[in-house]
Protein backbone atom coordinates (compact mmCIF):
# COMPACT_ATOMS: atom_id res chain seq x y z
CA UNK A 1 0.00 0.00 0.00
CA UNK A 2 1.33 3.65 -0.37
CA UNK A 3 0.13 6.86 1.23
CA UNK A 4 1.58 10.32 2.05
CA UNK A 5 1.85 12.17 5.15
CA UNK A 6 1.93 16.02 4.86
CA UNK A 7 3.63 17.21 8.39
CA UNK A 8 2.37 20.49 8.44
CA UNK A 9 -1.19 21.25 7.66
CA UNK A 10 -0.19 25.09 8.12
CA UNK A 11 2.62 26.83 6.70
CA UNK A 12 2.93 30.95 7.58
CA UNK A 13 5.81 32.49 5.71
CA UNK A 14 7.00 36.32 5.00
CA UNK A 15 6.85 37.34 1.36
CA UNK A 16 10.68 37.35 0.06
CA UNK A 17 11.17 34.54 2.15
CA UNK A 18 11.70 30.84 1.77
CA UNK A 19 9.10 28.08 1.65
CA UNK A 20 10.02 24.49 2.72
CA UNK A 21 5.68 22.07 2.82
CA UNK A 22 7.33 18.75 3.89
CA UNK A 23 5.42 15.31 2.76
CA UNK A 24 6.57 11.96 3.59
CA UNK A 25 5.81 8.77 1.59
CA UNK A 26 5.73 4.90 2.06
CA UNK A 27 5.51 2.53 -0.96
CA UNK A 28 6.24 -1.12 -1.94
CA UNK A 29 7.39 -0.02 -4.67
CA UNK A 30 8.80 2.73 -7.24
CA UNK A 31 6.22 5.30 -6.95
CA UNK A 32 5.56 8.13 -9.10
CA UNK A 33 5.17 11.54 -6.58
CA UNK A 34 3.35 14.83 -7.58
CA UNK A 35 2.79 18.40 -5.41
CA UNK A 36 -0.69 19.91 -6.55
CA UNK A 37 -1.52 23.46 -5.85
CA UNK A 38 -5.24 24.82 -5.35
CA UNK A 39 -6.49 28.23 -5.43
CA UNK A 40 -9.93 29.39 -3.63
CA UNK A 41 -12.22 28.32 -6.08
CA UNK A 42 -10.21 27.04 -8.46
CA UNK A 43 -9.29 23.16 -9.80
CA UNK A 44 -6.33 21.53 -8.47
CA UNK A 45 -3.34 22.55 -10.98
CA UNK A 46 -0.36 19.82 -11.26
CA UNK A 47 3.31 21.68 -10.00
CA UNK A 48 5.91 18.87 -10.49
CA UNK A 49 6.23 15.73 -10.64
CA UNK A 50 8.93 12.85 -10.33
CA UNK A 51 8.75 9.67 -12.13
CA UNK A 52 12.18 8.02 -11.34
CA UNK A 53 14.03 10.46 -13.23
CA UNK A 54 16.13 13.02 -11.79
CA UNK A 55 15.79 13.08 -8.08
CA UNK A 56 15.45 17.24 -8.53
CA UNK A 57 12.64 18.20 -9.96
CA UNK A 58 11.76 21.94 -11.36
CA UNK A 59 7.83 22.90 -11.39
CA UNK A 60 6.01 25.99 -12.28
CA UNK A 61 6.30 29.39 -10.66
CA UNK A 62 9.50 28.28 -8.95
CA UNK A 63 8.85 25.55 -6.99
CA UNK A 64 11.06 22.84 -6.65
CA UNK A 65 10.68 19.19 -5.03
CA UNK A 66 13.60 16.67 -4.46
CA UNK A 67 13.16 13.32 -3.79
CA UNK A 68 14.73 10.96 -1.21
CA UNK A 69 14.54 7.53 -1.41
CA UNK A 70 16.46 6.96 2.20
CA UNK A 71 14.18 9.75 3.78
CA UNK A 72 11.62 8.96 1.84
CA UNK A 73 10.49 12.38 1.57
CA UNK A 74 9.78 14.64 -1.43
CA UNK A 75 9.82 18.16 0.09
CA UNK A 76 8.22 21.37 -2.06
CA UNK A 77 10.36 23.92 -1.91
CA UNK A 78 10.87 28.06 -3.38
CA UNK A 79 13.55 30.40 -2.71
CA UNK A 80 10.97 33.47 -2.08
CA UNK A 81 7.56 33.40 -1.61
CA UNK A 82 4.90 35.65 -3.36
CA UNK A 83 1.76 36.77 -2.41
CA UNK A 84 -0.04 34.82 -5.10
CA UNK A 85 1.49 32.04 -3.40
CA UNK A 86 -1.39 31.95 -0.86
CA UNK A 87 -3.34 28.41 -1.46
CA UNK A 88 -3.42 24.49 -0.76
CA UNK A 89 -0.78 22.16 -1.70
CA UNK A 90 -1.54 18.38 -1.84
CA UNK A 91 1.22 15.61 -2.03
CA UNK A 92 0.42 12.92 -3.87
CA UNK A 93 1.49 9.72 -4.73
CA UNK A 94 0.25 7.42 -7.21
CA UNK A 95 -0.78 3.66 -6.65
CA UNK A 96 0.89 0.94 -8.42
CA UNK A 97 -1.60 1.47 -11.01
CA UNK A 98 -0.10 4.68 -11.90
CA UNK A 99 -3.30 6.07 -12.66
CA UNK A 100 -5.13 6.64 -9.04
CA UNK A 101 -3.52 9.08 -6.88
CA UNK A 102 -3.46 9.15 -3.36
CA UNK A 103 -3.46 12.95 -1.86
CA UNK A 104 -2.08 13.80 1.28
CA UNK A 105 -4.38 16.32 3.72
CA UNK A 106 -3.16 19.31 2.59
CA UNK A 107 -0.92 22.16 3.77
CA UNK A 108 -2.02 26.19 3.81
CA UNK A 109 0.00 28.27 2.65
CA UNK A 110 -0.53 31.54 4.00
CA UNK A 111 2.42 34.53 2.51
CA UNK A 112 1.74 37.88 4.78
CA UNK A 113 3.49 40.77 3.73
CA UNK B 1 -9.30 25.98 -24.15
CA UNK B 2 -11.28 25.44 -21.50
CA UNK B 3 -10.39 22.99 -18.56
CA UNK B 4 -12.46 20.50 -16.66
CA UNK B 5 -16.25 21.51 -16.46
CA UNK B 6 -18.20 20.30 -13.24
CA UNK B 7 -21.72 21.00 -12.52
CA UNK B 8 -23.25 22.03 -10.35
CA UNK B 9 -20.34 23.68 -8.13
CA UNK B 10 -23.15 23.01 -4.95
CA UNK B 11 -25.24 20.49 -4.28
CA UNK B 12 -27.71 20.17 -1.56
CA UNK B 13 -30.06 17.37 -1.11
CA UNK B 14 -32.15 15.79 1.50
CA UNK B 15 -31.57 12.23 2.89
CA UNK B 16 -33.29 9.71 0.49
CA UNK B 17 -32.84 11.77 -2.74
CA UNK B 18 -30.38 11.32 -5.72
CA UNK B 19 -27.58 13.61 -6.13
CA UNK B 20 -26.17 13.71 -10.01
CA UNK B 21 -22.66 15.27 -10.31
CA UNK B 22 -21.74 16.48 -14.13
CA UNK B 23 -18.06 16.64 -15.18
CA UNK B 24 -16.72 17.32 -18.80
CA UNK B 25 -13.37 16.51 -19.58
CA UNK B 26 -11.04 18.88 -21.44
CA UNK B 27 -11.12 19.27 -25.05
CA UNK B 28 -9.78 15.84 -26.36
CA UNK B 29 -8.95 14.20 -23.49
CA UNK B 30 -10.76 10.54 -23.33
CA UNK B 31 -10.07 9.52 -19.79
CA UNK B 32 -11.79 10.40 -16.56
CA UNK B 33 -11.39 9.98 -12.62
CA UNK B 34 -13.42 10.48 -10.24
CA UNK B 35 -12.18 11.55 -6.78
CA UNK B 36 -13.63 12.32 -3.13
CA UNK B 37 -12.62 14.80 -0.34
CA UNK B 38 -14.19 14.12 3.29
CA UNK B 39 -13.92 16.66 5.65
CA UNK B 40 -10.55 16.97 6.78
CA UNK B 41 -9.18 14.45 4.06
CA UNK B 42 -7.23 14.17 0.95
CA UNK B 43 -8.97 13.23 -1.85
CA UNK B 44 -9.49 9.75 -2.61
CA UNK B 45 -9.59 7.70 -6.00
CA UNK B 46 -13.15 6.55 -7.41
CA UNK B 47 -13.36 5.05 -10.23
CA UNK B 48 -11.52 5.57 -13.83
CA UNK B 49 -13.64 5.45 -17.09
CA UNK B 50 -12.90 5.89 -20.71
CA UNK B 51 -16.02 6.24 -23.40
CA UNK B 52 -18.23 3.69 -22.82
CA UNK B 53 -16.00 1.88 -20.63
CA UNK B 54 -15.34 1.56 -16.76
CA UNK B 55 -11.77 0.58 -16.27
CA UNK B 56 -11.61 0.80 -12.66
CA UNK B 57 -14.18 0.96 -9.94
CA UNK B 58 -12.10 -0.17 -6.99
CA UNK B 59 -12.65 2.89 -5.16
CA UNK B 60 -16.21 3.36 -5.18
CA UNK B 61 -18.42 2.27 -2.40
CA UNK B 62 -19.95 -0.94 -3.70
CA UNK B 63 -23.53 0.03 -3.41
CA UNK B 64 -25.35 3.50 -4.26
CA UNK B 65 -22.93 4.72 -6.36
CA UNK B 66 -22.25 4.65 -9.81
CA UNK B 67 -20.46 6.13 -13.02
CA UNK B 68 -20.87 6.30 -16.44
CA UNK B 69 -18.61 8.51 -19.25
CA UNK B 70 -21.13 7.86 -22.36
CA UNK B 71 -20.29 8.02 -25.87
CA UNK B 72 -21.69 11.66 -26.30
CA UNK B 73 -22.06 14.15 -23.30
CA UNK B 74 -20.44 14.57 -19.82
CA UNK B 75 -19.43 11.78 -17.31
CA UNK B 76 -22.03 11.32 -14.78
CA UNK B 77 -21.28 10.08 -11.14
CA UNK B 78 -24.67 9.17 -9.15
CA UNK B 79 -25.55 8.61 -5.94
CA UNK B 80 -28.71 7.12 -5.21
CA UNK B 81 -30.46 7.32 -1.41
CA UNK B 82 -28.24 10.20 -0.01
CA UNK B 83 -26.92 9.46 3.33
CA UNK B 84 -24.93 12.36 5.53
CA UNK B 85 -21.66 10.64 4.90
CA UNK B 86 -21.72 11.13 1.55
CA UNK B 87 -21.49 15.06 1.94
CA UNK B 88 -18.30 15.80 0.35
CA UNK B 89 -16.02 17.36 -2.32
CA UNK B 90 -16.29 15.22 -5.46
CA UNK B 91 -13.69 15.97 -8.07
CA UNK B 92 -13.09 15.10 -11.27
CA UNK B 93 -10.01 14.88 -13.65
CA UNK B 94 -9.54 13.77 -16.90
CA UNK B 95 -6.38 12.79 -18.95
CA UNK B 96 -5.14 12.31 -22.55
CA UNK B 97 -4.56 8.77 -24.25
CA UNK B 98 -1.65 7.45 -22.22
CA UNK B 99 0.56 5.46 -24.66
CA UNK B 100 2.15 2.19 -23.02
CA UNK B 101 2.55 2.85 -19.48
CA UNK B 102 3.13 6.68 -19.16
CA UNK B 103 1.89 8.60 -16.78
CA UNK B 104 0.15 11.48 -18.27
CA UNK B 105 -1.23 14.74 -15.67
CA UNK B 106 -4.50 14.87 -14.75
CA UNK B 107 -6.47 17.47 -14.97
CA UNK B 108 -8.70 18.43 -12.51
CA UNK B 109 -11.77 20.43 -12.41
CA UNK B 110 -12.61 22.46 -9.30
CA UNK B 111 -15.46 20.06 -7.96
CA UNK B 112 -18.75 19.70 -6.43
CA UNK B 113 -19.48 20.08 -3.09
CA UNK B 114 -22.42 17.90 -2.04
CA UNK B 115 -24.03 18.45 1.05
CA UNK B 116 -26.54 15.96 2.59
CA UNK B 117 -29.29 17.63 5.03
Known amino acids: AQSVTQLDSHVSVSEGTPVLLRCNYS??????LFWYVQHPNKGLQLLLK??????LVKGINGFEAEFKKSETSFHLTKPSAHMSDAAEYFC???????????FGKGTSLLVTP | NAGVMQNPRHLVRRRGQEARLRCSPM?????VYWYRQLPEEGLKFMVY????????ESGMPKERFSAEFPKEGPSILRIQQVVRGDSAAYFC???????????????FGPGTRLTVT
Open chain 2, 49 to 56: LQKENIID
Open chain 2, 27 to 31: KGHSH
Open chain 2, 93 to 107: ASSRERPGHYIDEQY
Open chain 1, 50 to 55: YTSAAT
Open chain 1, 92 to 102: VVSDRSGYALN
Open chain 1, 27 to 32: SSYSPS
